[in-house]
Every structure is written in structure tokens, then in C-alpha cells.
């Protein structure tokens, strides 16, 4: 006698919300005015932005003599600000493609924004090196371009040129991935919107899209490959950024640990902004029944286990620089903790090991406030954690004789803010005229388990079982032309 296995019933993700109600919901900041929320927090970040393009303009003027560099930290403020936000953009990756290729159907409600802090987070980072040059009319020397004044061509060494190719190759990848996820949305736009200058703008972008099965078929066979081609990234160019340190000789520095090291950093203060990023907008935005409880545990999950790989991370420099026995590797990691800037390490191993175990409680997680402020904490972390491996390692060199010590000027912190005041004006505008959630891909998860166990038993013909099974493998993805929009913006009836 033959028994069907019944699938075990797990809670789905969105509840009580059919795809008419999605469209509306997530559409409707696209529709309406303004909040005054929205304007406090555009002008907040805009009036930031515009007092580090007063800085940056400054120091151009006027020379790197604005900053606290000497000639034994000449590296500080803003390289340690280009890892920071490269870091910050890996989540993005992560959420989006490696996810996606794993059928983690939760990853729906969040993957829009983190595409989006990805491709803001890069741009932040790609400045820094440009002003870190003093002079960054000559960033075209980075480009290997022919010239007519002999064998002259770029140093390929140079860990400078790496970060170029990095930055343009993430930067490229995923603002395509990003664009093509959001083909189907923009369709949605357009239908919804009165004719006019925003209609004809969406038009344009949505490259007309018409909802068919093929339209379809196509669009899931590009994501799926540009989601493949993604993945890589998050290993290569963090690794690369962890090569302008580990090919030096300086004690410190010269260590194989730093690309995976580098990797793990970024994907927990990746997903530490991201939390940040989503409570905000599910706050404000009225979104508390697309980002759930079961979305906001799941990420926390991700920053207490990234948050183990950093501090194993931590305990594995210790260790190597005690059984190496060179004396200024040992040196460099006592003065870290017990130096003059033991204040910054602290603050790093309290914000990046010891917050992030208050996770693990359940009550803990389900207290939003308070994931918001862990997630703000281990930003700080973060940032500190780039810090404190740049100028701890610089600033006491081999011979005592060099050793110095580095203070930022008033230019540097405005900097600083500036890129933070550039990342969320971004952000905002994102909000404002772009689908924060991806409409399509939630649609896909209204009333399915969150994690899939298998299709239900069908005793329904061979004929009808191939779509049923396309579904279960796609998520259930149905067309509907409940309101304007419905059939364009939403997935195939396979």
C-alpha cells in the first residue's frame, strides 16, 4: 500500500494579503506626496552630503595639508573609509544572488533594498580613493589607456589599479543585476501611472515589457545567470581590497588571514546596514506586513553567525602573531590592545563580539528598537575594525625613531559624514521613486511556507503536473488583472 508523504505546515511569509493588495501597497509611496518624515530625513541627509562636498572642495583647493597624515600614517581616514563601504555593499550580493541561487524565498522583501544599499555603497566607496589621490583630475592614469609619450603604461602592482578594476567590475555587475530585477516592477509603474512625463519615463525603462510566458521565461533565465555571475564577486573583490594590506611587509598587514577575514567582515556590516535600512523603512513606510518578524529574526541569525566568523577572525591574528615569534608582529597586537589607541580596539571587539551575542535571544530579535540600535552598534564596529588594522599598524613603525601618532582634522570627519549624507540621500530617492520591495518576486511567496518542503501530492494528470511542478520550483506565480498593472507587473500563468 502506497502512502503520499504530507509536507510539513510551516507559517508563510506574507499573511492576509492578496496580490491586488500587494501592488497597492508596495506602489503606493510611487503614487502619493511626500511625508513630512521623508522630507525631515531627505533634507537631514542632503544638508550632511552638502557639508562633505564643502570639505572634499576644500581639501582639493587647498592641498592634502588638511589632513592628519605624516609620514608615518600615510594612510588613515579615507582608505579606511573605502573598506568600510565597500564592506557595507556585499550584502547586497549576498541577499540577492547567493540566496537567491539557494532558494531562501524569504530574501523577497529585503533583496530590493540590499540591491540598491549595494550599488549607493560603491559609489560612496569609489570616492575615496579618487580623494585620497589630492588630485583627482589624474584618476585617467588608472586607465590603461595608449598614449603617444613612449612605453608608458599603469602599474599593474599597484593595489590602487586593483581596487579600480574591482570597484568598476562590482559596480557594473550589480547595477545590472540590479536593473534587470527591476524590469518588472517598472512595468507595474507604468500601468498604474496617468499619462505623462513619469509614464513615458517608465516606459522607457521597463524596455517594454508585456508580462508574456516568454517575456518571462527570458527574464528568469538572465536573472538566474547574472545572479551566477554575482556570486563570485563577493569572494573576489573584497579579497582584492584585502591585498592593498596582506602584500605589504608591514607587521600587522602581511598575513595570509586577510581575504577571507575581509570577506566575513563585510558580509556581517553588510547585513548589520541592511537590518538598519529595512526597519527603517518598515517603519515609515507602512511595510510591517512585508518585512516580518520571521525576516527580521532570520537576518539577525546571519549577523550572529558572520559575527563568529570575525571574532574566530580576531583570535586567529592573535594566535599567529604569538606563535610566529617575530617580535614586532607581537608587538603590533599587544600595542593594539594596550597601546594608545587600545580605545579604538576595544570599542571594535565590544561592537563586533560581544553586542551582536545578545541575538541569540529570541525576545531580543523580536524587539525591533533594539536589533536597531545592535545594528547601529555594529556599524560602529565596523568601522572601527578598518581603523584600527590601518593606523595601528602604521603608526608605530620599526624603528622608533619614525613612530608618530594620528589625530583626524575637522576636513576628514566632515568627509566622512558626507559619504553617509551621499549614501542616505540616495537611499531615499530610491524610496521615493522605485518599488522599495520587489512586487513580483512577493507575489511569488503570498500564502507559501517560507522555506518550501516539496510539492504537494497531485493526482491530477500528467499533463497538468509539468506547470505544478514549474511552479513549486518558481514559487506559485500567478497573473491577475485585479487592478491596472496586474498582468504586466506580475509572474507567468505557467
Known amino acids: ?82 573598506v568600510f563601504w565597500i564592506g557595507i555593499g556585499h550584502a547586497g550580493t549576498l541577499i ?144 582584492i581590497v584585502s591585498w592593498d594590506f596582506a602584500t605589504s611587509v608591514i607587521p600587522g598587514w602581511h598575513t595570509t588571514i586577510f581575504p577571507p577575514y575581509f570577506v566575513a567582515g563585510a558580509i556581517f556590516s553588510g547585513m548589520a546596514m541592511v537590518l538598519t535600512l529595512m526597519l527603517i523603512a518598515r517603519a515609515t513606510m507602512g511595510l510591517q506586513a512585508y518585512i516580518t ?47 594608545p589607541l587600545a580605545w579604538a580596539y576595544w570599542t571594535m571587539v565590544s561592537c563586533n563580539v560581544l553586542v551582536p551575542q545578545l541575538l541569540w535571544f529570541r525576545g531580543v530579535r523580536r524587539r525591533f528598537a533594539v536589533v536597531f540600535v545592535l545594528s547601529l552598534l555594529i556599524n560602529v564596529g565596523m568601522w572601527f575594525e578598518r581603523f584600527v588594522i590601518i593606523v595601528t599598524s602604521l603608526h608605530r613603525d620599526y624603528l622608533p625613531a619614525a613612530w608618530s601618532s594620528y589625530t583626524p582634522t575637522l576636513i576628514e570627519v566632515a568627509t566622512l559624514a558626507g559619504s553617509f549624507g551621499l549614501f542616505f540621500t540616495a537611499f531615499l530617492l530610491f524610496c521615493r521613486f522605485v518599488p522599495v520591495i520587489a ?3 512577493v507575489k511569488g511567496v503570498i500564502g507559501t511556507p517560507g522555506t518550501a518542503p516539496g510539492p504537494e501530492p497531485s493526482h491530477e494528470p500528467a499533463a497538468s503536473a509539468a506547470p505544478r511542478a514549474r511552479r513549486a520550483r518558481w514559487g506559485d506565480k500567478t497573473r491577475t488583472s485585479e487592478e491596472p498593472g496586474g498582468v504586466s507587473g506580475s509572474p507567468p500563468l505557467t
Open 1 to 82: 500500500m502506497h502512502e503520499t508523504a504530507v509536507p510539513i505546515s510551516r507559517e508563510p511569509l506574507i499573511l492576509g494579503k492578496t496580490i491586488g493588495q500587494v501592488t497597492r501597497d508596495i506602489c503606493r509611496p510611487l503614487d502619493s506626496r511626500p511625508t513630512a518624515l521623508w522630507w525631515t530625513g531627505f533634507l537631514l541627509s542632503f544638508a550632511v552630503l552638502g557639508i562633505g562636498v564643502a570639505a572634499v572642495s576644500y581639501q582639493i583647493a587647498t592641498g592634502i595639508g588638511t589632513w592628519g597624515l605624516n609620514r608615518t600614517v600615510g594612510w588613515a581616514f579615507d582608505i579606511t573609509n573605502f
Open 96 to 239: 540577492s544572488a547567493i540566496l537567491f541561487l539557494l532558494r531562501q524565498r524569504w530574501r523577497t522583501s529585503v533583496n530590493r533594498a540590499a540591491e540598491a544599499m549595494t550599488i549607493f555603497a560603491v559609489v560612496c566607496a569609489g570616492l575615496f580613493p579618487l580623494i585620497h589621490m589630492g588630485r583627482p583630475w589624474l584618476a585617467f592614469w588608472m586607465f590603461p589607456y595608449p598614449n603617444t609619450r613612449g612605453s608608458l603604461w599603469i602599474n599593474f602592482r599597484s593595489p590602487l589599479v586593483w581596487d579600480f578594476f574591482a570597484i568598476a567590475t562590482y559596480f557594473t555587475i550589480s547595477l545590472m543585476f540590479w536593473y534587470v530585477g527591476l524590469i518588472p516592477d517598472l512595468a507595474t509603474a507604468r500601468d498604474r501611472t496617468p499619462p505623462g512625463l513619469r509614464r513615458r519615463v517608465y516606459e522607457v525603462l521597463s524596455l517594454g515589457w508585456n508580462g508574456s510566458y516568454r517575456t518571462w521565461l527570458r527574464y528568469e533565465i538572465v536573472y538566474l545567470l547574472l545572479a551566477g555571475l554575482a556570486t563570485p564577486l563577493v569572494v573576489s573583490v573584497h579579497t
Open 293 to 339: 518578524e520571521r525576516h527580521v529574526d532570520v537576518m539577525s541569525k546571519l549577523v550572529i553567525l558572520t559575527s563568529g566568523f570575525v571574532a574566530f577572525a580576531y583570535a586567529t591574528e592573535f594566535f599567529t602573531a604569538l606563535y610566529s615569534a617575530n617580535q614586532y608582529e607581537q608587538f603590533v597586537f599587544k600595542n593594539r590592545a594596550l597601546g
Open 439 to 441: 512586487v513580483a518576486e
